[in-house]
């Protein structure tokens, strides 16, 4: 491509890689396959909101690199990349409908197409419909580009929140129509598959009023509570989490059945995070074989509980200790012999040892023992005296129970002696071992309690399931899992739950999604390396009591006259 | 009276001898420098008495302990600290945590007294954060204990990796070029701060450093390595009149004014 070409027309080269990405999301099958869902009722469906929103992003970022190089260029580069954007789009369709293209890209279909042309009968008009699309695109984008950063924002989020709303329309649907007075209005929303037009509109004034309000008023509502004597902030902060509990409590009743089976998972994973964040997050030991430890839990517990082996015939409360136990000793078995190593070497090693334990399982000499291919059936439910915990609800609270233990551990060791220990080991190893310390001693306590939450989350998995087979402890879930944390903000443990409800959450309820799991994975992740380094939850630099005693110590130093006020 | 002595050392990396046979005493709450050429063995000593190299013969004793195969985190708790030549603070945490973490060895709380929040596990972290408070005002960073490591500006950074070393109470602190990279002012005030040290808390100090300056202004004894080798030994000025350091210094041939002390 000729630079001058693209220097003189900013629009051209980014235009040409969103007509790619168009083209690629079209032939992968993503736009036909989200097309089932509407977000507004015949206005526009999943995929074409996929396809904007993309269109729009890229034209946005024309304009960007347009209004850099001069204020005529904004609108020019905008519809220059939206042009193009169009016209890579309408080649596919043309060249669909001259060759069969399903030889090779099985989901080129005619369904597609017509997805493309706006469901014009006529191709040329449908054609035509989509460049004029592009050019809307393009203006639009630019106009996005000149207005002031505020009212950008609102917009932005109030359109955001519109297509987040129409895409979990069967999260927010069936949980307020149980509600009498909310019911009308969500069948007002709601009245089929995706949201009604007077329903988005008033999402829309609501959501940007909002936003509105909040990007003039914020500043000052912050600076109030900042400004807060400790006493009160700290009664405010003690609210938030008491709401956030009885929310946590109450959220089954209200879900159902399906959503809570999926909080259940997504409080796996939370389980699982938190304890790979203490091994990667705290102590920056990358372990990628993470799953032996979430096996491990499971099949102690299957094999101590299931009646089908026949050698124990413990309860569950029987069982559990003994499994984290396992869990925490192979923890320390598998953290001795990669003590020496570092980075990519300590990843391979463990990686090897997660599918040394998998195919273990899986092996045949050892099925009498471990059910082999097959796998360990009938685990029993826990109980307390007489309480089963058997439907997806009841479980839920078993893991809420597990993951509410698993955080107070974590937070009350994070801010410890030991907690600075393994961060130091993070930043600097050597230097962490020329300040006094025990390198062996603080890995292994990193492995072994890693393993320990993550045999904990296994055994409530063995029990959720009432079996196990060795498919379920493959190395996606080790992946998932680093993912799950790299997500959520290395080291961060809201971060943790905020990624297992983004990575694990969202696919579950997005039925759509499930073929594309691993490839949103992966654009989810270079996302956030590009564009939120620290995740989506990061940890705030810690302002501990301690700061508060030292602001104390300026005050009185100040009222003595002693100290300059700090600027 | 010697606190830590030094005897027949030699350190090799395959076939290059980094520091051959050499004998070093360092007397208690003396400021005792080590200066050389590039290249001169002066950082692999440090890492030799901190630990983190093994020499093949030789003794270090620190009184009357020898250091020789114990591990870099042993030796601190005996009571050795050290700062690098090119600042090795822990970029990602407070400067707080920084010195939290040099108090490390000093903390008795296990895991269970963390995580149960025992009275003796609360009582300790509330002293330890006291005295990394002390602390930070001892370097003229008080204040800034909030702000992240690598967000301090250079000189400050120079202090935060000396009191990091300081909090692990320390008998000997090993000194790796700390006035590197500073003007005339703050090498100054960096020799002030050095012997402040030195005679508050009765420590003895033990430094690299290529600012004749700074060796020659606040130095009691000085040893200079070439090629691993001592070469010379004494009062700063009794150093600067050797010909064998000028020629070290300057190349062969320069030792041939007499000197004016």
Redesign the interface.
């Known amino acids: 491509m000729n630079p001058a070409l693209t220097q003189r027309f900013p629009g051209i080269r980014l235009g040409l890689i969103g007509g790619a990405c168009l083209v690629l999301l079209s032939l992968i099958g993503m736009v036909e396959a989200f097309n089932q869902r509407e977000i507004i009722s015949d206005v526009i469906s999943m995929g074409q909101t996929l396809l904007l929103l993309t269109a729009v992003f890229i034209g946005y970022l024309a304009a960007k690199r347009g209004r850099e190089r001069g204020q005529g260029l904004v609108f020019g580069a905008g519809i220059t990349a939206g042009l193009i954007m169009a016209g890579m789009l309408a080649l596919l369709v043309l060249l669909g409908h001259a060759i069969n293209m399903r030889q090779v890209f099985i989901n080129a279909s005619p369904a597609l197409f017509q997805i493309l042309i706006f469901q014009q009968e006529e191709l040329w008009a449908g054609i035509g419909l989509l460049m004029l699309a592009g050019v809307l695109i393009g203006l639009s984008a630019a106009l996005l580009c000149l207005l002031p950063h505020w009212l950008r924002r609102v917009i932005t989020t109030g359109l955001c929140s519109v297509a987040v709303v129409g895409l979990l329309q069967d999260l927010i649907a069936p949980i307020f129509s149980a509600w009498d007075p909310l019911a009308s209005l969500i069948e007002l929303i709601f009245p089929g598959n995706g949201l009604s037009i007077s329903g988005a509109v008033g999402l829309l004034i609501v959501v940007a009023a909002l936003s509105a309000f909040w990007s003039f008023k914020g500043q000052a509502v912050q600076t109030r509570i900042q400004a807060l004597p400790p006493q009160s902030r700290r009664g405010l902060n003690l609210a938030a989490l008491l709401a956030g509990v009885i929310v946590l409590l109450v959220i089954p009743q209200v879900l159902g059945l399906f959503l809570s089976e999926v909080m259940t998972i997504v409080g796996l994973y939370v389980l699982l995070g938190l304890g790979l964040n203490i091994v990667v997050g705290f102590a920056g030991l990358l372990d990628l074989g993470y799953v032996a430890f979430f096996a491990i839990g499971s099949y102690t517990m299957a094999i101590l509980t299931s009646p089908e082996l026949g050698f124990f015939d413990w309860n569950f409360w029987q069982a559990l200790p003994l499994a984290i136990l396992f869990g925490v000793l192979a923890g320390v078995i598998l953290g001795v012999p990669v003590l020496k190593m570092r980075g990519d070497y300590l990843a391979i090693a463990t990686l090897g040892f997660g599918e040394i334990i998998r195919i273990m399982v899986l092996s045949d000499f050892l099925r009498p023992w471990l059910g082999g291919a097959q796998g360990i059936g009938k685990i029993p439910k826990a109980e307390i005296a007489g309480f089963e915990f058997a439907t997806p609800q009841e479980i839920y609270y078993l893991i809420l129970a597990g993951c509410a233990l698993v955080g107070f551990i974590s937070w009350r060791l994070r801010d410890s002696r030991l907690g600075r220990a393994w961060m130091a080991v993070r930043e600097d190893e050597d230097v962490a071992q020329a300040m006094g310390i025990n390198l062996v001693a603080t890995k292994l306590l990193a492995f072994a309690t890693g393993a320990g939450f993550s045999a904990l989350s296994g055994a409530i998995f063995a029990t959720k399931l009432g079996s196990v087979y060795p498919h379920s402890f493959n190395v996606m879930i080790s992946i998932n899992i680093l993912c799950v944390i790299i997500v959520g903000g290395m080291g961060s443990m809201p971060g943790v739950a905020v990624g297992a409800l983004a990575l694990v959450g969202l696919p579950e309820l997005l039925r759509e999604f499930a073929d594309y799991r691993l490839l949103v994975y992966g654009a989810a992740l270079m996302a956030m390396m590009l564009l939120r380094p620290e995740g989506l939850w990061p940890e705030a630099t810690r302002q501990r009591e301690l700061h508060e005693e030292e602001s104390v110590v300026r005050a009185s130093k100040l009222a003595e006259g002693t100290a300059e006020p700090r600027s | 009276m010697a606190v830590v002595t030094i005897t027949n050392l030699t350190k090799q990396f395959g076939g290059l001898v980094a520091i051959e046979n050499l004998d070093i005493e360092v007397k208690e709450q003396s400021i005792h420098s080590v200066i050389g050429p590039n290249g001169a063995g002066k950082t692999t000593l440090f890492n030799c008495i ?1 630990g ?1 190299y093994r020499p093949e013969i030789g003794d270090i004793r620190l009184d009357d302990h020898s250091l020789v195969g114990l ?3 042993q030796i ?2 005996h009571g050795i ?2 700062t ?1 030549q090119n600042i ?7 400067a ?2 920084n010195i ?3 108090l ?2 000093h ?1 008795r ?1 296990g ?1 269970f007294g ?2 149960l ?1 025992l009275p003796a ?1 609360r009582k300790e ?1 509330k002293k ?2 006291e005295e990394a ?1 002390r602390l930070l005002k001892f370097v003229n960073l008080a ?1 800034k ?2 702000l ?1 490591a690598k967000n301090l500006p250079y000189g400050n950074q120079r202090r935060l990796e000396i009191a ?1 070393a300081l909090a ?1 109470r320390p008998k000997v602190l090993c000194l790796d070029e700390p006035a590197a990279g500073m003007n005339p002012k703050e090498s100054q005030d960096l020799m002030d701060f050095i012997r402040h040290l030195r005679d508050a808390l009765g420590i003895t100090i033990l430094l690299i450093e290529h600012q004749m300056r700074v060796v020659m202004g606040i130095s009691e004894k000085v040893t200079v390595l070439d090629y691993g080798k001592k070469i010379a030994e004494g009062t700063p000025a009794e150093v600067q009149c050797n010909p064998q350091v000028i020629e070290a210094y300057l190349g062969r041939g320069s030792a041939t004014q007499p000197c004016a002390a």
């Open positions: 901190t983190f591990m870099p985190d601190v708790r600290a050290r690098y090795r603070l822990f970029p990602d945490l407070t707080m945590e939290l973490v040099g490390h060895s903390l709380s895991y963390i995580v929040g596990t972290e330890a954060s408070l204040g204990g909030d992240l990091r692990t």
